[in-house]
């Protein structure tokens, strides 16, 4: 399984590109899966729902199954930060590629998301973990690198960047055992 994360402050960019590279790695026959970060409470159920009514009843995990999805809801009874790492362990195994949303401070190798107009600073001058930017505005990035630059509005010319360079992106899960 090949992981790479995208990092960049909110509203950069990083769900358009990962939407948009779904399917772009999808038609290369690659199967993907998505890691996301959640800054705050959130919730995928729904009131009135009878995964919600066993959740509010105590449940510890409630996993939800049809012939087209599965779902597996888990209550933490205390606060727990999880890493990147755990929530790559939970994932299918037959899984091409992980794209992980967010965690823009964990080790993964990381394509920065970029964009002048936000106004923020960049991460890749001081990020190790950072391999390549994504950008719409590569003329204006506030420093020079030796890093690839890739257009953030071509999902394809990406999509092709990783696939060339995926054994740089092999995930080795006894590493963060």
């Given at each position: 399984m090949n992981v790479v994360a995208f990092a960049g402050y909110s509203g950069s960019g990083k769900t358009t590109l990962v939407e948009s590279l779904i399917p772009a790695l999808k038609l290369r026959g690659l199967r993907v899966s998505v890691v996301k970060h959640a800054h705050h409470s959130f919730d995928i159920d729904q009131p009135g729902k009878d995964t919600y009514r066993h959740r509010q009843a105590g449940a510890f995990e409630v996993v939800v199954a049809s012939d087209k999805?599965?779902?597996?809801?888990r209550e933490?009874?205390?606060?727990?930060?999880?890493?990147?790492?755990?929530?790559?362990a939970e994932l299918y195994?037959?899984?091409?590629?992980?794209?992980?949303e967010g965690f823009k401070s964990s080790d993964l190798l990381k394509v920065e998301v970029w964009r002048a107009d936000s106004g923020k600073p960049a991460r890749y001058p001081d990020d190790d973990f950072v391999v390549a930017i994504a950008t719409d505005s590569p003329d204006?990035?506030?420093?020079t690198t030796l890093?690839?630059?890739?257009?953030l509005n071509d999902a394809d010319a990406v999509a092709d960047w990783l696939v060339e360079n995926?054994?740089?992106?092999?995930?080795?899960?006894?590493?963060?055992?």
């Amino acid at each position: 399984m090949n992981v790479v994360a995208f990092a960049g402050y909110s509203g950069s960019g990083k769900t358009t590109l990962v939407e948009s590279l779904i399917p772009a790695l999808k038609l290369r026959g690659l199967r993907v899966s998505v890691v996301k970060h959640a800054h705050h409470s959130f919730d995928i159920d729904q009131p009135g729902k009878d995964t919600y009514r066993h959740r509010q009843a105590g449940a510890f995990e409630v996993v939800v199954a049809s012939d087209k999805r599965l779902a597996l809801i888990r209550e933490f009874e205390q606060p727990r930060a999880l890493s990147v790492h755990h929530l790559i362990a939970e994932l299918y195994e037959g899984v091409d590629w992980v794209l992980v949303e967010g965690f823009k401070s964990s080790d993964l190798l990381k394509v920065e998301v970029w964009r002048a107009d936000s106004g923020k600073p960049a991460r890749y001058p001081d990020d190790d973990f950072v391999v390549a930017i994504a950008t719409d505005s590569p003329d204006r990035l506030p420093e020079t690198t030796l890093r690839p630059v890739l257009d953030l509005n071509d999902a394809d010319a990406v999509a092709d960047w990783l696939v060339e360079n995926h054994e740089r992106f092999v995930y080795c899960a006894e590493l963060y055992a």
